[in-house]
């Protein structure tokens, strides 16, 4: 069987002169965890309604499971909103069945009774939806969706309404829904700990553009540009301008050798990227100040001054930081971008 589910190719909107989508594409494979993240107003919901047919795309084309077909596209996805939409004075068992495809060849009743198992509601399934909680409402939608047996499931910030445990533990829960029955989610949010948490396949938006795609590690590990190294980790990547000359990095006082064998054009502004956990505070040869520090049981969150640079740097929070100390980073182990441009720099 293919694995490719979906593709959209060269999408783009248009809402008057405003470019909100520009020229977008990527293909989910069958059986995938998929999640756009990206600043608010960055495209995400547009390109989520392109996809159900809410919307009509100003260019491009997207296929499902081979066909181009709008109708048949439509029939075989499903959608989740941020706000459930319920019917209030249908019981919760009944607006999963309403989800029921019109030529269901099953038992649409036990069907729903167990996707309410499934989602933990079996136990309110004969409660009216308007008396249930913000997570149980929600699970219901999710179960709405899960009743059409639709091939693809989007999902536009569902959980983004409900507290910050309660959205870690229905983002848990969906996720492993998710691998039970090899669903194929695309699903948005503008929280990048949640995508990182639950993608196989992240795609990270700014202004209507896709910045970057691919899994989660290597988008961290690799980012493609200084937005995506500023967005995509927490704390934030550090994003350090210097110059390269030669085999020398100038900082603003701080001179440290150019870690590579490749020289670079005669004299390159750069900016250097480096992870907060990738650098040591208390030890080496070049001095740091603690400016600020943010407790995190086993971590501290320091903001250190170093060469006139605010860095922040997560550190094990075993002992009380010295208001003063070494300061130490690998920088092979940092990225390099262009400066001018913001790309990265493939340096060998
Ligand atoms: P958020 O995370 O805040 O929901 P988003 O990433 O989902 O944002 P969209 O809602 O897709 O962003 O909007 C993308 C851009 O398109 C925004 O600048 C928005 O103002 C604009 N936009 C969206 N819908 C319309 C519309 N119907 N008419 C005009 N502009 C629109």
């Known amino acids: 069987m293919e694995k490719e589910l979906l593709k959209c190719q060269g999408i783009s909107k248009c809402y008057g002169e405003h470019w909100a989508l520009k020229d977008c594409s990527f293909s989910l494979q069958r059986g995938s ?3 756009i993240v990206g600043p608010s107003g960055c495209g995400k919901t547009t390109l989520l309604e392109i996809i159900s047919g809410l919307q009509k795309e100003t260019k491009g084309e997207i296929w499902l499971d081979g066909s181009k077909q709008k109708e048949s596209i439509r029939r075989k996805i ?7 939409a319920l019917f209030p004075y ?6 999963i069945l309403f989800g029921a495809p019109e030529d269901a060849d099953f038992d649409i009743h036990s069907k729903a009774r167990e996707i309410a198992e499934l989602l933990g509601l079996s136990e ?6 308007d008396t249930l909680s913000g997570g149980e409402k929600q699970r219901t939608a999710i179960g709405r969706a899960l009743m059409k047996g639709a091939d693809l499931i989007l999902m536009d910030e ?7 445990p309660l959205k870690q533990r229905l983002g848990d829960k969906l996720h492993s829904l998710q691998q039970q029955l090899s669903l194929t989610l695309l699903y948005v949010t503008h929280d990048q700990n949640e995508a990182m948490r639950l993608a196989d396949h992240l795609i990270v938006m700014k202004d209507g553009e896709i910045q970057q795609q691919g899994d989660p590690r290597s988008i961290y590990e690799h980012p493609q540009n200084t937005f995506v190294a500023g967005f995509i980790g927490n704390p934030a990547m550090n994003l350090l301008k210097a110059k390269v000359k030669g085999q020398k990095i100038y900082f603003h006082q701080e001179i440290l050798p150019f870690p590579y064998e490749q020289t670079l054009d005669q004299e390159q502004e750069v900016i250097i990227g ?7 505070y208390g030890s080496g040869e070049m001095s740091g100040v603690c400016k600020e520090t943010k407790y995190y049981g086993d971590q501290i969150q320091a ?11 997560l550190l094990p929070a075993a002992e009380a930081l010295p208001s003063c100390a070494g300061i130490t980073f690998d920088l092979r182990r940092c990225v390099f971008f262009d400066a001018e441009n913001g790309r990265r720099l493939d340096l060998y």
Request: contains cysteine; proline residues 6%; glycine residues 2%.
């Open 33 to 35: 965890f998929n999640v």
């Open 78 to 84: 499903a959608v989740v909103f941020q706000e459930p």
């Open 90 to 95: 249908m019981s919760v068992e009944e607006n």
């Open 124 to 129: 309110r399934r004969c409660q009216r939806s």
């Open 158 to 164: 569902p959980f983004s309404a409900l507290d910050a």
């Open 274 to 280: 480096i992870r907060p956990s990738q650098i040591e």
């Open 303 to 313: 903001l250190i001054e170093w060469d006139g640079y605010l860095l922040q740097v």
